[in-house]
């Protein structure tokens, strides 16, 4: 079963970047860029779960959860917003949302928030019969993403969650470019100077670990992103 997900944001890039991550992870996306437009496709698709910005033009993501939930009272719904004081919070489940999460946040972050509500509504991925992939075998390694093991030919490495992310993600990519701007949206959340210069620490201590596999490389892509090789 593939889960529908309405997701109502007006920013192109962030759209376009939150989008094919939830794609790749195997979700049908609604994308709308304004209130209007992502309850006519509320109406039209029934979704099994919506993400709204809350700043949207012609509707509001407030304004839109109200009239979500005048036609289903149960959908779950999570917002998504820069506005991150305590009365906006307030005002987000007041208006039927079931979590709130602040810009910029992490694709995993957000990743698992959605399957949490998916499975406590009862539609979730724990009732799927395809399990998501936790074993990566790529070379002479293998990474294990429940442990946050990898293991090479002479050693064996207990990464951090964000290494692990990023290696993953490479491997989701495995002979082709990753951008570096789609790897800091997807990991950090946001792409900006101080990200991108911890991706860069991430990216060497990674070839630090692989570099007894002969049968890998990771290649820098000038002004581009990453490329892993195996």
């Known amino acids: 079963m593939k889960y529908r ?7 192109p890039f962030l759209a376009q970047i939150t989008a094919d991550n939830l794609q790749l992870k195997g979700y049908e996306v609604l994308a709308a860029t304004n209130g209007q437009e992502a309850l006519a496709l509320f109406k039209n698709h ?13 509707k509001d993501g407030y ?5 979500i939930r005048q036609l289903n009272p149960l959908v779950p719904i999570i917002f998504l917003s820069a506005k991150s004081m305590p009365e906006d919070v307030v005002k987000g489940f007041k208006s039927g949302g079931h979590d709130y999460l602040k810009k910029p946040f992490s694709i995993a972050e957000l990743l698992v928030r959605i399957e949490s509500l998916l499975m406590r509504f009862g539609t979730g991925p724990a009732q799927s019969t395809e399990a998501p992939q936790t074993v990566y075998t790529f070379g002479n390694s293998r990474l294990d993403t429940i442990t946050q093991r990898l293991q090479t030919p002479l050693s064996l490495y207990d990464l951090s ?4 992310e990023l290696l993953k993600l490479l491997l989701q990519n495995q002979n082709q470019v990753l951008e570096r701007q789609q790897a800091l949206q997807t990991i950090w959340g946001d792409d900006n100077y101080y990200n991108a210069n911890s991706m860069t620490v991430f990216v060497t201590h990674l070839r630090k670990m692989l570099k007894d596999d002969l049968q890998i490389q990771v290649l820098n892509i000038r002004g581009i992103g990453y490329k892993l090789i195996c």
């Open 5 to 11: 997900i309405l997701y109502a944001e007006d920013e």
């Open 46 to 58: 029934k979704p099994d779960l919506c993400l709204l910005d809350i700043m949207m033009p012609l």
């Open 63 to 67: 304004t839109l959860a109200d009239d």
């Open 161 to 164: 969650f964000k290494e692990m």
